[in-house]
């Protein structure tokens, strides 16, 4: 009878405890998911990634490339990324570069890659379509698959503004754009400069001249030197790398005769430090287009899971991601800066529609 009792009370002893265990480990399991899950949730950022492939120029150009790099950067330093650590670049030297170095980052697993240039179109659309599991970016272009992401610019309004600066800077007249390759996206460049132009002097001579090269400083130091000889005191150039040798030759006109005024507009980034020679700058003004704004934001919002798949973000004055530089206060007078911010208000509030291409120029200049 004793023993009886004593084997019920030992089952009922062991009941209970397998209870409590049972219990005990059903809260250490919730408990090891939840961490789980968080730690998978912090490890699926952290194992986001993003690259870049630039165009000709280098991502070193001192413009476009190198602006959308700066954008990638400031990505990665917001997240804890270095270059080769969730971020990185594949420098094209020649368009036959393009589709290798946009192959091997989707090879490497990154999660966004940016084709940056319009020249990178057809590559990132070819990709795009051979990898339907990766995000993709064209900048300056637009390309139509679900999962790319188009980010273009408006271009011709920022370069209105600095039409109207150079307009009221020259002395001889004449002004000039330096541009890459003749193709829509630098037309909008060229038509907003000369509509900006003649909106304050129709009588000003707009010299336009293309390379056809956004990496060769060679050509565009020879298109500077003739303009410059031919009377021509200030050049917008829209051109990437080229450009370096629009400032090259201002800088050597300059540093020979110091008492002649000659003057670049730099495009993209503020290039006011490559306009620098001895105590005396030659960048009047710069058309900035923050590439890097719009990098850094569609990264973010690829990485949270907002990537905007098939459409078309346009970037503008309104977004500020289009302005232009104020930095050198020696060449920009406060009535050239009250003029900009005027033109601009009518810009943003829609009393002027400023053109994209030539054909618009053309009509834009007629009913002035």
């Known amino acids: 009878m004793k023993n009886r009792k004593f084997i019920v009370l030992f089952a009922l002893i062991l009941s209970i405890g397998m209870v409590l265990a049972a219990c005990g480990s059903s809260d250490d399991d919730s408990k090891s998911n939840d961490e ?30 190198q602006s959308a790099w700066e954008g990638l950067k400031a990505w990665g330093d917001e997240h804890g990324f270095s270059k080769g650590d969730g971020i990185d670049y594949a420098q094209s030297n020649d368009q036959s570069e393009y589709m290798p170095n946009l192959t091997r980052l989707v090879k490497q697993d990154y999660n966004l890659i940016f084709g940056i240039g319009f020249n990178l179109k057809e590559g990132i659309t070819k990709v795009a ?14 390309v139509e698959e679900p999962n790319v992401a188009s980010v273009t610019f408006k271009e011709h309004e920022g370069s209105f503004l600095v ?25 909008k460049f060229e038509s907003g400069f000369i509509a900006g132009v003649k909106s304050i002097n129709p009588d000003i001579d707009v010299d336009v001249q293309y390379a056809e090269s956004f990496g060769a400083a060679d050509k565009g130091k020879l298109i500077a030197t003739n303009m410059y000889n031919n009377g021509v005191d200030i050049i917008y150039h829209s051109s990437g790398g080229t450009g370096n040798g629009v400032f090259a030759q201002a800088k050597d006109i300059k540093q020979n005769n110091p008492d002649k005024d000659v003057w670049v507009i730099g495009v993209d980034r503020d290039q006011y430090e490559e306009g620098q020679i001895d105590d ?59 003029a900009v911010d005027e033109w601009k208000e009518k810009i943003t509030n829609g009393e002027i529609d400023v053109p994209k291409t030539r054909e618009e120029t053309e009509e834009f200049v007629d009913a002035l």
């Open 129 to 142: 379509k051979q990898y339907p599991d990766t995000h993709f970016s064209i900048v300056d272009d637009v």
């Open 36 to 65: 789980k899950s968080g730690d998978e949730a912090s490890s699926e950022d952290s194992d986001f990634s993003a690259a870049m492939v630039t165009d000709i120029g280098g991502v070193d150009d001192k413009s476009f490339n």
């Open 280 to 338: 005396y700058n030659v960048t009047l003004t710069s058309m900035v287009k923050r590439v890097d704004v719009a990098v850094q934001d569609l990264s973010n919002k690829s990485m949270n899971g907002e990537f905007p798949g098939g459409e078309v973000l346009e970037y503008g004055l309104e977004d500020e991601a289009i302005s232009v530089a104020k930095t050198n206060e020696d060449a920009l007078t406060d009535e050239i800066i009250k």
């Open 163 to 187: 039409g109207v600066a150079a307009a009221m800077k020259t002395k001889s007249n004449k002004v000039g754009f330096v541009g890459g390759v003749d193709s829509p996206l630098i037309n």
